[in-house]
């Protein structure tokens, strides 16, 4: 792979350290001062908007040939074009208002005008100039923590770079280390280390796809930081898809579409998060097809994530599912058990909370939909403790009595209907419908029967004998037995069959499968 190109490099927002400015023979000391005191104002307007609307906003509509003035006690914004223009009026009048009131003052005025070829130009050399003197002086780019990498060379406006003191972008991007690795996850978390490593036996392109809040970001954010310090020298570009849409449509408008294509494609790692946003976006699918094309042939790599799978995102182009399912397609399943209980230690951990292993266990038990419930479970659990004072380890009983009842939460004044449970536990359990009304003794069947009363009593308001009848039995007293006889087996963490599924695991995702349809369909 070429190792000649620039080094990776983002953009932040504008610098707020006024430009120097070299007084000339003809320059008299007054008029020198008035013009380092604009400057000074027109780079903490900048600042302030960037911080208003976000760095890669900021980069996308203000960077990219829009000049931005502070004159006669007005904000004077300049737009490339009237796409742009109009663009700015509707999306960002009311941040360039409060900004200039903040600023200059309550009367300030907000003008958004379409400049002149010239000014454009000088628009962005004069912003490229500052980057390069701060460059000149020695002060490295950073980034805010909240923006996108981008690769150096990409725009066409300024760099705007940032104090030497400000941590790299790519420290705010989660590490592979940090990764908790599980049976649900192992593959894919191989996966990301053989291609953040760069090695020679990585495929060109690496799709992984789950459901939301399994642990995607973190994997593809890893790769692009493992790569980053195996090889400082490498372009990595990490968006959104969103992010990639945008630009591609602004691109468009502006006539710019070489420079875009020119920071796509010239890169050794290309990521994109959230690809199934492509859908039913046919330019955007067509673009982003020859950026792959243009890719494979420089022998870069590009890591992709999308809550799908390649097949079943609807409305894409089967050009670009045939490249997908070229590399290697990877899903991570729901964390396991044991994997979100590791988690919950770890989280816990670093919140400075001391949680008995019952207790570690239940917050695991509530939370078997995401990684993402577990971390907002540790969030909530710690800030009640703080709140109520609590010292000393936390049980499971304290868990219960601060988080309060799941169904409840999950589902509100409103009951899940037995039916549901029933076909979900068919479902699960690879059940018909028949065997479970019936008299058959099989042990999946017998299961599945426990685990349908078991989660009716839990979920619904109605009684054994309505269970029992919805069951078809004519006594309650088989339904009660079978629903005891399963909570034995979650308490003894039994096993479905020799070497099959947790009981425990199995009652826990029916749980939050039904309690996430009951919120969809009161929705």
């Known amino acids: 792979m070429p190792n000649d190109r620039a080094p990776f490099e983002v953009l932040e927002q504008p610098d707020a350290v006024a430009s120097e400015r070299r007084p000339g023979a003809h320059d008299r000391p007054g008029a020198q001062g008035r013009g380092s005191q604009r400057h000074d104002l027109e780079d903490g ?51 360039l208002e409060s900004v200039a009131s903040d600023a200059i003052g309550a009367d300030a005025r907000v003008v958004v005008s379409i400049a002149e070829a010239s000014e454009v130009g000088q628009s962005a050399a004069d912003a490229a100039s500052r980057g390069a003197e701060r460059r000149r002086r020695g002060e490295t780019p950073a980034t805010d923590a909240g923006s996108r990498p981008v690769a150096r060379g990409g725009r066409t406006g300024p760099t705007a770079d940032a104090p030497v003191s400000r941590p790299s972008r790519s420290q705010s991007f989660r590490r592979l280390e940090d990764f908790v690795v599980g049976e649900s996850n192992r593959l894919a978390f191989a ?28 994997l593809i954010q890893g790769i692009c930081r493992r790569r980053l310090e195996r090889a400082p020298r490498q372009v990595i570009r990490y968006v959104t898809a969103e992010q990639f849409t945008n630009e591609y449509i602004a691109s468009v408008r502006a006539g710019t579409l070489d420079d875009f294509r020119k ?35 420089t022998g870069a790599r590009i890591a992709l994530v999308s809550d799908e799978h390649p097949r079943h995102i609807r409305r894409f182009s089967q050009s670009l599912v045939s490249r997908f399912l070229s590399g290697m397609v990877v899903k991570i399943e729901r964390p396991d058990r044991s994997t979100r209980v590791e988690l919950v230690r770890r989280l816990a951990r670093e919140r400075g909370l001391d949680l008995t292993t019952a207790a570690e266990d239940a917050v695991a038990g509530r939370c078997a939909g995401s990684i993402r419930e577990v ?75 426990g685990m349908v009363a078991h989660l009716a009593r839990e979920l619904t308001t109605h009684s054994y004998p309505e269970i029992a009848r919805a069951l078809g039995r004519d006594t309650h007293s088989a339904v009660h037995t079978a629903a005891k006889r ?37 929705a």
């Open 45 to 95: 307007v900048r600042s302030a908007l960037c911080a208003a609307i976000g760095p890669h906003r900021y980069g996308l509509w203000f960077d990219n040939g829009s000049a931005l003035s502070v004159r006669d006690g007005a904000i004077e914004v300049r737009a490339a074009n009237t796409y742009v223009s109009d663009w700015i009026n509707r999306h960002f009048r009311e941040a």
């Open 191 to 218: 996966a990301s280390e053989q291609f953040g490593d760069g090695s020679a036996e990585a495929p060109s392109i690496l799709f992984i796809h789950g459901e939301c809040g399994v642990g995607k970001t973190h």
């Open 263 to 297: 920071r796509l494609r010239r890169v050794d790692l290309l990521a994109i998060d959230d690809i199934h946003f492509f859908a039913n976006k046919t330019a955007t699918q067509a673009e982003f097809l020859h950026t792959i094309d243009a890719i494979d042939l």
């Open 375 to 449: 971390e907002g479970a540790i969030t909530r659990l710690g800030a009640l403790v703080e709140l109520d004072g609590l010292r000393g380890q936390i049980g499971p009983g304290t868990v219960e009595r601060l988080l309060g009842d799941e169904a409840n939460l999950a589902t509100g004044a409103q009951p899940i209907r037995l039916v549901k449970i029933v076909e979900g536990v068919c479902e699960r359990l690879r059940v018909s419908r028949e065997d479970l009304l019936g008299s058959g003794r099989h042990a999946r069947t017998v299961v599945a029967r």
């Open 486 to 522: 399963l909570r034995a087996m979650i308490d003894a963490d039994e096993r479905i069959a020799s070497g099959g599924e947790s009981v425990r695991e199995v009652v826990d995702q029916l749980r939050h499968d039904l309690a996430r349809a009951g919120r969809e369909r009161h």
